[in-house]
C-alpha cells in the first residue's frame, strides 16, 4: 500500500505527512506538475499556503497539473485526504462541500485539541470508535468552515460530518463544531486539524495515526488476496 | 479595457474583519457607522468584458461566500 503526499510550492507540512505515512505503509511525494501519481493507493494533499494562498487559500492550487490527475483519481473512488490547506484545497476544488474562512478571532491558532469521532464508517476513521475522542494539533488563520444551513443538515444527516472539536473547543468559529468532512461518497475527506503531527507519543499525542492506520486498512481490504 | 471587480463578503456571512474596523471606527469620532464590510478589489485590463463574470465564477470570488461586482472604468 502506497500513499502518495503531494508538495505544492508554499507546502510546509508535506514531510511530515510523509513521515505520519511511512509508518504504517510506503509512501513518496508527488509534484504538483506532474500529473502522474505513482501508483499511490491514496492521496494526501498536505497542509501550508500553496501558491502563497495567493487570492484566497487553495484557490490557485486547484488548477495544478497534480489536481487534475487527483480529480480523475477521486472520481473513480481513490481516497484523497486533505489536511488543513489541503481541506481547504478539496473545498475550492469542489471535491468537498463548503468553504474555509477566517477565523472568527482573525487570529493564527495553534494548539492541541480534542475531536470527537462522529461516523466511524469510512476508509478515514475504520480504525476508531463512535464518540473516540483524538487528541490533534490545530494551526491556522483560515479554519472557519462554512455551509449554508441547508447544505450542514445534509451533511450532518447523511454522516459526512466524520470529525467534530469536542464542546467548548471550537478554535476557530467553524459552523456546528466541525473540524472534518467527507463527500458524499465518503472517499474525500478534508479536516482543518494536523494528525501528521500526532503519530508519535513523545510529541503527546498519536491519536492522529488513526486515521493512517484507518487508510491503509481500508486498502489493504479492496486489494485481491 | 480596464474593469475593476469588488468582491465581499456575501450577506449573512460573519465579516470579522468588517466587525473590528467598525468597532474602531467611534474610538476616532465617526460615530453611527453599521454593516461595515471588508472585501478586496482586482482591477485587471481586458480585451472585452464579457468574459469577467465567468472569472469570478472561476477564480476571483467564491460564489458560496462571496458576492462580485463587476465595473468597467476605462473603454
Known amino acids: 500500500m502506497k500513499f502518495g503526499v503531494i508538495r505544492f510550492p508554499g507546502s510546509c507540512d508535506e514531510v511530515d505527512a510523509l513521515l505520519a505515512c511511512k509508518r504504517f505503509a510506503e509512501g513518496e511525494l508527488l509534484w504538483h506538475g506532474d500529473r502522474d501519481l505513482r501508483g499511490a493507493d491514496a492521496i494526501v494533499i498536505p497542509g501550508g499556503f500553496s501558491y502563497g494562498d495567493y487570492l484566497r487559500a487553495g484557490a490557485i492550487a486547484r488548477f495544478s497539473p497534480v489536481m487534475e490527475a487527483v480529480r480523475e483519481f477521486a472520481l473513480d473512488g481513490g481516497p484523497v485526504l486533505g489536511i488543513c490547506n489541503g481541506f481547504q484545497v478539496l473545498c475550492e476544488a469542489g471535491l468537498l462541500p463548503g468553504a474555509l474562512l477566517p477565523n472568527t478571532s482573525l487570529r493564527f491558532v495553534c494548539r492541541q485539541v480534542e475531536l470527537v469521532v462522529e461516523n466511524p464508517n469510512t476508509p478515514f476513521t475504520r480504525a476508531c470508535d463512535e464518540g473516540d475522542r483524538l487528541s490533534v494539533p490545530v494551526k491556522h488563520t483560515t479554519g472557519r468552515y462554512y455551509a449554508t444551513e441547508q447544505a450542514l443538515d445534509e451533511l450532518e444527516s447523511d454522516g459526512h460530518v466524520l470529525l467534530r472539536y469536542a464542546e467548548g473547543q471550537n478554535p476557530n468559529g467553524s459552523a456546528r463544531d466541525i473540524a472534518g468532512v467527507a463527500n458524499s461518497q465518503k472517499n474525500v475527506f478534508g479536516l482543518m486539524p494536523h494528525p501528521e503531527h500526532a503519530v508519535d507519543p513523545l510529541t503527546g499525542s498519536a491519536d492522529g495515526g488513526k486515521l493512517f492506520e484507518s487508510l491503509v486498512a481500508h486498502v489493504e481490504a479492496l486489494a485481491p488476496a | ?75
Open chain 2, 1 to 75: 479595457m480596464k474593469a475593476r471587480v469588488l468582491i465581499r463578503p456575501k450577506e449573512g456571512i460573519l465579516d470579522p474583519q468588517g466587525q473590528t474596523v467598525e468597532r474602531a471606527l467611534p474610538a476616532l469620532g465617526f460615530e453611527g457607522v453599521t454593516d461595515v464590510r471588508v472585501g478586496r478589489m482586482v482591477e485587471l485590463e481586458v480585451p472585452d468584458a464579457s468574459r469577467i463574470s465567468e472569472m469570478c465564477e472561476k477564480l476571483l470570488a467564491n460564489p458560496l461566500i462571496e458576492d462580485y461586482e463587476i465595473l468597467v472604468v476605462e473603454r
